[in-house]
C-alpha cells in the first residue's frame, strides 16, 4: 500500500509523488469533487500515473441569500432579517480511503471565517420592489435590521381593512 505522501495536490492536478515500487495508487473522489483524466470526466476510481494529466473540480455551492424577508399571513407586515454569514472556502484533501474502495480518497475540508457581507439600503429596496411591496416601509427599521444581523425587524406594516359603512339617504 502507497504512503499518504505518494499523491499530492498541485494547484487543481494530482500528481504521483514518487514511483511507486508494486502497484500504482488507485484515487476515487467524493461528492463535492469532479475527476478529470486527460480532460474526460471520470465518475469511477482511477489510477494515479504522471502519464496521464489528472485534474480535479470541487463543487460549486449555493451561497446563501444576504437577507430574508418574511411577509405575515395576513399580509400587512414584513420583516427582515439580515443573515449572519460566513466565508465558506472548500479546500481539497487527500486521505486514505475509508471505505477501501481505493487506496486514497479526495474530499473537501471546510474553512471558514467570519465575513461581513455589507447589505446596502438599496438592496433591500430593490427587493422589496421586486415582491411587489411599496408602502408602509420604515427606513429606520430597514437601518436597524442592517446594523443588526441575525436580528428578525418589523419594516413594513400595512392598515388592515376596515369595513365601509353607506349613506343611506331619504
Same mark, same amino acid.
Given at each position: ?13 494530482? *500528481? ?17 469533487? /469532479? ?45 427582515? /432579517? *439580515? ?8 479546500? &481539497? ?13 479526495? /474530499? /473537501? ?21 421586486? *415582491? ?28 388592515? &381593512?376596515?369595513?365601509? *359603512? ?5
Amino acid at each position: 500500500m502507497p504512503s499518504d505522501q505518494a499523491v499530492k495536490i498541485v494547484d487543481n492536478r494530482l *500528481v504521483l509523488n514518487v514511483e511507486p515500487k508494486r502497484k500504482f495508487p488507485v484515487l476515487r473522489s467524493d461528492n463535492s469533487i /469532479t475527476l478529470y483524466v486527460n480532460g474526460q470526466r471520470k465518475r469511477e476510481p482511477i489510477i494515479i500515473s504522471n502519464a496521464e494529466e489528472i485534474k480535479f473540480e470541487i463543487a460549486e455551492e449555493k451561497q446563501a441569500e444576504l437577507f430574508d424577508l418574511e411577509v405575515t399571513q395576513d399580509k400587512l407586515g414584513v420583516y427582515l /432579517t *439580515v443573515n449572519q454569514l460566513k466565508k465558506r472556502r472548500l479546500r &481539497p484533501v487527500i486521505i486514505k480511503d475509508p471505505g477501501k474502495i481505493g487506496d486514497f480518497l479526495i /474530499t /473537501t475540508k471546510e474553512e471558514t471565517t467570519p465575513s461581513h457581507h455589507p447589505v446596502e439600503l438599496e438592496d433591500v429596496y430593490r427587493k422589496l420592489g421586486e *415582491v411587489g411591496i411599496q408602502y408602509g416601509l420604515n427606513e429606520a427599521a430597514i437601518e436597524q435590521a442592517i446594523d443588526n444581523p441575525g436580528e428578525k425587524v418589523l419594516i413594513a406594516e400595512g392598515l388592515a &381593512p376596515v369595513d365601509s *359603512v353607506d349613506s343611506v339617504g331619504g
